[in-house]
Structures are given as C-alpha cells and as structure tokens.
C-alpha cells in the first residue's frame, strides 16, 4: 500500500501513513529524496505505536543529517546505493545500515547464500567447514569495490556541501525537516 507524499518535499508524508497503518503492516519504508530525510521521528512514533519495522531507502541522503543525528541511524535499516549517480560510489553495489546485531547477522548471512560463516571467518578459525543455513543470494560488495567506496567516504564532506551549495540554487529545501507530527 503505497502512502502519499507532500508535494513540497516529495518526501512520505507521516499524517497519509498514520491513515493507512494498521495491524497487518509488516514494514513502512521511507524513501529519502533529492538530499532530504523523510520525517523520521514522526514515523518511528507511528510504528512504535502499530508495530511494523521502520525501513528506510538513504539511496539519496548519504551526508545528510535530521536533527543532530546521521542519516543510516535513523531507522531499524537504512540502504544506500553506490550506483554512479548516487551520492558515492562503488560503481556499483550499495550497504545496509543496522545498530541491531540480530538483524545484522541476518543480512551478513543473506548476502552471502545464507552461509552461517564467511570466508575470512573460516581463515580465522582454521577452517574451510561452514553451513547453508537459510535462503541466501550473493549480494557482497567486492574488496575491489570496497576500497573505492573507502576512498569516496573521505570525499564526501566535500560532495555534500557541493550539493548544498547547488540545491539552494533550486526550489526543493536543504536537508531541514518539518517537525515532527504526533501519532
Ligand atoms: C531512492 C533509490 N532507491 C534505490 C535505488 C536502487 O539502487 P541500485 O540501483 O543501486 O539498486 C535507487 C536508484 O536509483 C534510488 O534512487
């Protein structure tokens, strides 16, 4: 079910969330836009009042802040992308942020066809045994692609004031949130 999003912002909007929430909504996922994060304590209220998980897609809001705090903090998850037209790259590839160790162990283990230990981990202990436990793809970034995102990280304070600079130039708002709504 899709939510509506303020046409000022074109940012998900927590009142046409609050409307729609309910006791079968397994997830809300936020999308950030053009720089802005969405208005995250608004919507963690909501789910923390009906109970789904709080998503949030940073595709767009890597450098941003919401009040004090970094964006990829903000929700249960957050996804970036590293495509080329994103705020850094890896050429391709993207991360998942969680301060969860639970929900981090679940991605480490889906990215990697749902081995329960990596490669490095069976160097460390010597060994080559590991199992297939759950569902899995093969989502890992390559070291190759690591190692550009690394140096792309200490470009972009650089990359974010740029941006800033340019999106005073245009009609859509620095990354200054409305406040917050109430549940
Ligand atoms: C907001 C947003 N989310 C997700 C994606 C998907 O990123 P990727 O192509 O790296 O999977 C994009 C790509 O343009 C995006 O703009």
Known sequence: MF???DPDTLLIDPESVARRIGGRTRAVVAVDYAGQPCEYDSLRRLCETHGPALLADACHSLGASYYGRQVGS???M???SFHPVKPITTGE???VTTDDPELEAV???WRNHGIDR???E???RGTWMYDMIEFGINARLSDLHAALGRSQLRRLDTFTARTNVIRKWGRLRASVP???VSS
């Open 3 to 5: 939510a509506d999003v």
């Open 74 to 76: 903000l929700a249960e």
């Open 78 to 80: 957050s996804a970036f």
């Open 93 to 95: 590839g993207g991360i």
């Open 107 to 109: 991605l480490r283990r």
């Open 118 to 120: 990596d490669a490095r």
């Open 122 to 124: 069976r160097g460390e």
């Open 178 to 180: 409305k406040p917050p």
